[in-house]
């Protein structure tokens, strides 16, 4: 193994990715595979994250689990958090990435919608983080999370409306740092990344008008791709990091910083 390798080596760690069927969640959750670990994806699409993690597999020639389940509702995280541990023999990291966007004016916005992407994207990622922080705790192990935030926590975007969802990304910066805090002295590390926007499959339902104003405002003119998350995921992660906790990564081509 190179001196490379050896700083950044996640072989044969066992790692949770939710939100994993598909988007940023399947291309990290195929990187981790590509570089030695095994996998359990988490997603409400249950045959649609079977049919990632079947590939991954076949890829790869690593573990693949995948499990349909909920993050917003604890007890199905518990148990899936333990059925996956079951499964791999034991559990070392999590990339929490499970999220929702509602576009719509907060004159219009209705209660329920507004609980609905708190609860996935904040609560979710709490109800995961915790359970999982638990989990590593009672079986005396050392491990890391990986919270997704987004550069939505630190500006306001334009021209659309989505007051609920930046809420919800600002709220998830600042529990990666508290949970940093609380949980370092059990050798967990908390962090986050902050993606701008990355070109996924889910780009196809935005009209091209605000496609075309995200880009004239994003100085490298581009989206990213999901590919470019993956080394700050695999960083975060790796034993390189070890001194690393309550740090929000920020991976967005400049648009932060004008």
Known sequence: M???EQLFSLEGKNIIVTGGAQGIGKIVATRLAEIGANLALFDMQEEKVAA???EIAEATGRKVF?????VTDPA????????AAADLGGLDHLFNNAGIVIHKSAY????EEWAHVINVNLNGEYYMASEFARYLK???RKGSIVN??????HIVNQPQNQASYNSSKAAVIQMTKSLAVEYCHDNIRVNCISPGYMKTELCVFVNQEWQDRWM???PYGRYGVPEELCGAVIYLMSDSASFTSGCDLVVDGCFTCV
Do not use: C, F, H, R
Request: proline content about 3%; cysteine-free; glycine content about 8%.
């Open 108 to 111: 219009d916005v209705t209660p």
């Open 138 to 140: 009672a079986n005396g």
């Open 66 to 70: 995948s499990y349909g389940m909920d």
């Open 52 to 54: 990632t993690a079947k």
């Open 216 to 218: 004239d405002l994003t």
């Open 2 to 4: 190179t001196v490379l």
């Open 148 to 153: 997704t935030a987004s550069m939505s926590g």
């Open 76 to 83: 199905q995280v518990k148990a899936t958090i333990e059925k």
